[in-house]
């Protein structure tokens, strides 16, 4: 699976940092041992053995405890306690010290990690093709920054620390104890493929479990987003306690799944500490064994050290099997956060070449030859349309809601491929335009404004970053946006709020409409850029559009009809075919669907 290595790419930027992250652990450890080691030679002091002569075991180890020892004893007893005191608490103090550093090191490591892919998930989510976000529900998306990147987190780089970590501290432990004494050793590595079994078989089936629940997740994360979108008519439909019991039912399931799953995470912990102390007193009855029996690479003295490291090699052996589970946990997350970085995007750049001789081009500015459309390949939408769209001309396209009207304007700014059929902007074939070219030539204008949080400058400037500030009182003045906008308390530099809240609907679409002409676009759409108004509103954008549309190039989609009676050209649309076409005198003498229409909304 190409995919796999996905923590690998994101970790590699930072493989020095993870270096320094495992010599710190390494001095942690290594500190670690050496006040266990201590500790033997403490209890000596208490306990006054050791006054007769060395064994020599041949263990540079055990020979520079013992050296250690005698100096300290030296000073009398009661000094060598305390002096030893003092040692011991300076070993565990840079123990400590090590182990923060480390954490501390790993904690930027994941942190950075966690920073990089949500860049890149953001910045694939803008790049995948609006077709993506028709397939696909918001809450799945959204779970991919949420929830998802929390436990990518937790579960996959919690794991690798853990990991990481265990490996390094079970092979110093493991050294070390090889080095104290061989036999015993010997007989501890006998019993470790027994853990290593029970763990393996215990995280075996916790990815399939955890994949459920992940899927589970999203979709009540959809569910709430669903109902809290659609309050008002949960309300007006008095369908609350409906919703509830839907919403708990479902609670319920996902919660019996995830206990489930965390009875399993928990029972590795324990299981691996109960075989842990099943080898400390395995042990415990060998090395007695090998003492009584006057073994002489074993003294005492040495056994209890052992023992002592061997106990200090338990958490690591239970972080380790605890890693591995967590991380058959998180490989689910892993792959869907890979999976959709793995996503198709649209394709943006195209060769030089092609671009000089989409400037070069003459006719019509858009023109759609035979196009066919569907969303979906069964369900056709738009049907065997064929119009042109002249320089400086207003072609206006008016139909039912579904007719298709909207989706022909998406196919020129190729939201959408057509499935049949030709559609050149300037000449040339759209999928042959760099696409934000392409897009950078169109200005829109629809029936919802996007207005962001920032300064009514911004919100202008938005599809121009650049634009200097008399460029945007100019646009702002063609849109007639500029009185109102210099009557607001700081003028061009008020901050709209949320949605642009503070201002009216006829406002905010003029704030529209003046961000779309700072573009300069050769092609304006309008796409029912008045149907959310009232009346009178309506009235005074439409003088505004009049006089935007004069000399420029644009669709016009209209409900209304009083809206499109100017155009050069009228286009009815009905159930995604072209069913008549002319000016408005043109069409009312011919007295079909067009004066169909008009007349019913002069009575309406
Ligand atoms: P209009 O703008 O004329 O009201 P649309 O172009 O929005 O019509 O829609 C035309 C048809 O395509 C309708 O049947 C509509 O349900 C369908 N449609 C519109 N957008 C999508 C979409 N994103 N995915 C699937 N079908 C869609
Ligand atoms: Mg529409």
């Given at each position: 699976m190409p995919n796999r290595h996905l923590t690998y790419r994101y970790s590699k930027p930072y493989s020095a940092r993870g270096a320094l992250y495992v010599l710190l652990v390494v001095l942690s450890v290594v500190f670690t041992m050496a006040t266990a080691l201590s500790v033997a030679d403490f209890l000596k002091i208490l306990f006054g053995e050791g006054d007769g002569a060395a064994v020599a075991t041949g263990n540079l180890v055990a020979e520079g405890l013992e050296r250690l020892y005698r100096w300290l004893i030296g000073f009398g007893r009661l000094q060598a306690l305390l002096l030893f005191s003092g040692i011991i608490f300076v070993l565990y103090s840079l123990k400590n010290v090590f182990g923060y550093l480390a954490a501390a090191e790993i904690g930027i490591l994941r942190t950075r990690i966690v920073r990089d892919l949500r860049n890149d998930l953001f910045h694939k989510a803008m790049r995948l093709p609006v077709a993506y976000y028709d397939r696909h529900r918001k809450g799945d998306v959204l779970a991919r920054f949420g929830s998802d990147m929390v436990e990518y987190d937790e579960n996959i780089l919690g794991s690798v620390q853990m990991l990481l970590t265990a490996v390094v501290s079970l092979v110093l432990y493991l050294a070390m104890l090889l080095y104290l004494n061989v036999k015993l050793t010997g007989f501890v590595l006998c019993m470790l493929p027994l853990v290593a079994g029970v763990v393996a078989g215990l995280s075996r089936r916790l990815k399939r479990k955890s994949q459920t629940v992940q899927e589970m997740n999203s979709q009540l994360v959809s569910m709430t987003d669903e109902a809290i979108g659609g309050l008002k008519v949960i309300k007006a439909y008095t369908t609350i306690d409906f919703s509830n019991k839907r919403f708990q039912a479902y609670n319920r399931d996902y919660t019996r799944r995830r206990t489930a799953m965390f009875r399993r995470i928990y029972a590795a912990s324990p299981i691996s500490d109960f075989l842990g102390n099943v080898i400390?007193?395995?042990?415990?009855?060998f090395g007695s064994l090998l003492i009584m029996r006057g073994d002489h690479g074993l003294t005492a003295d040495l056994f209890i050290s052992y023992v002592m490291m061997f106990v200090l090699m338990i958490p690591p052996a239970k972080d380790l099997s605890t890693a591995l589970a967590q991380m058959k946990k998180g490989r689910a997350c892993e792959e869907r956060v890979a999976a959709f970085l793995a996503e198709e995007e649209e394709v943006y750049g195209r060769p030089a070449r092609e671009r000089k001789q989409a400037r070069a081009a003459e006719g019509p500015l858009v023109e759609l030859r035979h196009v066919t459309f569907g969303y979906t390949p069964e369900v056709p939408v738009l049907q065997d349309i064929s119009l042109s769209v002249p320089h400086g001309s207003t072609v206006a396209l008016v139909g039912a809601s579904g007719?298709?009207?909207?989706t022909l304007a998406d196919l020129i700014g190729r939201y959408y491929d057509i499935a049949g059929g030709e559609l050149l902007f300037g000449g040339v074939p759209v999928d042959q335009w760099p696409l934000e070219e392409l897009r950078s030539r169109i200005g829109v204008v629809a029936q919802d404004t996007l207005l962001f949080n920032d300064s009514v400058a911004a919100n202008i400037a938005f599809g121009r970053p650049e634009a200097t500030r008399a460029e945007?009182?100019?646009?702002?003045?063609?849109?007639?946006?500029?009185?109102?906008?210099?009557?607001?308390?700081?003028?061009?530099?008020?901050n709209l709020g949320e949605g642009g809240s503070l201002l009216s609907g006829g406002q905010r679409q003029r704030i529209s409409i003046a961000r779309a002409l700072l573009r300069e676009p050769e092609l304006l759409i309008l796409d029912e850029a008045t149907s959310a108004l009232d009346t009178e509103s309506e009235r005074q954008l439409q003088q505004t559009l009049d006089e935007v549309l004069r000399d420029r190039t644009a669709i016009v989609i209209a409900h209304r009809l009083s809206t499109v009676v100017g155009a050069d050209r009228i286009v009815v649309l009905e159930q995604g075919r072209i069913v008549e076409e002319g000016t408005h005198s043109q069409l009312m003498a011919l007295g079909g669907r067009y004066s169909h229409l008009v007349a019913l909304q002069t009575i309406g």
């Open positions: 400390v007193v395995g042990i415990l009855l007719s298709g009207k909207s945007i009182e100019a646009a702002a003045r063609a849109a007639q946006a500029h009185d109102f906008i210099s009557a607001l308390p700081q003028g061009y530099d008020t």
